[in-house]
């Protein structure tokens, strides 16, 4: 947006966004279900224009899909939190424009990963960006992991090189909602203008267009797809939840994971807690060690198809 170096844009509301929720009755994700089609990932590349989108943090209490009815705990994001990172120039190519000093991962082509062949599992972190993701984007090039970020479009402006660093290191990175409210309970035109407006935010700030969307709770219904579908969005569930927005024990998230960990899953953390983030070089290393190949939900899927859900390969 401008050449300015110098500390990232504070929001130009300081104040985050509330969102609160009623009681939900949307749908929990079920393991086994929604098998991959496979089509092109196609994320849409171009030069980046640095975001300066002036939004506010989201808090949100975040309630397991799979157990509505269960204790609800407060996630807050920082507000107004933000690394003394650099506003890059515009016109520069995204991969140019990492503040952070994450290492890249050496990407590995989708091509070259053959998931019908390798044990491939994927590791997703939904609510970010937020204050613990750069760490965790250092521990996944460390292991040389992409794995796939669901992004609130509400803290993406907060964190614009954050979402770079994210394209740039090979994750895949996907929508989670504006202000992550149950989509379900939104009328159409509210769903399409969470989706449309986090897609707008990932755009500026890391010059990709997603194809994926991860439903706050898990919460899809047919006209929600239907929205989805139009935005040329597939809806990635999952089919391992480690509950760490629950437990945040590095030990129970970590136990979790691996518990459910199979070949073609896709296991659900949130990278908004630090606990996760320090299970995550375990979980990794455990994977490794039972032969999976850690890849991006695009890798895992292959080619899903707009307005469909999935949960696992
Ligand atoms: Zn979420």
Redesign the pocket.
């Known amino acids: 947006m401008n050449g300015t170096q110098g500390p990232e844009p504070r929001s130009a509301h300081s104040r985050p966004i509330q969102v609160s929720y009623a009681p939900q009755s949307g749908p929990a994700p079920m393991a086994g279900s929604g098998r991959g089609r496979r089509v092109a990932f196609g994320i849409t590349a171009t030069v980046a224009a640095a975001a300066m989108i002036g939004v506010g943090a989201v808090s ?1 209490a ?1 309630r397991s899909p799979a157990a509505a009815a269960q204790v609800e705990v407060s996630s807050t994001s920082t507000t107004g939190s933000h690394h003394p990172v650099s506003t890059p120039p515009a016109g520069t190519a995204p991969v140019t424009l990492v503040a952070h000093r994450v290492p890249a991962a050496p990407a590995v082509p989708a091509a070259k990963v053959n998931c019908n062949v390798k044990k491939c599992i994927a590791l997703t972190f ?2 970010g960006p937020g204050p613990y993701t750069h760490k965790l984007l250092g521990e996944l090039a460390a292991a040389k992991v992409e794995a796939t970020f ?1 992004l ?1 479009g509400g803290n993406v402006g907060h964190y614009p090189s954050l979402v770079r660093a994210e394209v740039a290191g090979g994750h895949a990175v996907g929508n ?2 504006w202000s ?1 409210p149950q989509l379900t309970l939104l009328s159409s035109s509210a769903v399409a203008r969470e989706v449309a407006r986090t897609q707008t935010a990932i755009h500026h700030a890391a010059g990709i267009t997603p194809t994926l969307m ?1 439903p ?2 898990g919460a899809v219904n047919p006209r929600v797809l239907g929205v989805l579908g139009q935005h040329h969005l597939s809806a990635v569930l999952w089919n391992v939840d480690t509950e760490d ?1 629950k437990n945040r024990s590095v030990s129970i998230t970590t136990q979790r994971a691996l518990a459910g960990a199979r070949p073609g899953a896709i296991i659900l953390m ?1 990278d908004i807690h630090p606990t996760t983030v320090q299970a995550v070089p375990g979980i990794i290393k455990a994977l490794k060690a039972r032969g999976y190949t850690l890849v991006t939900v695009p890798q895992l899927l292959g080619h899903p198809v707009a307005g469909h859900k999935y949960f696992n390969r």
């Open positions: 949100w975040h939904d609510d669901f609130i989670h909602s992550h991860r706050p709770y927005w949130h």
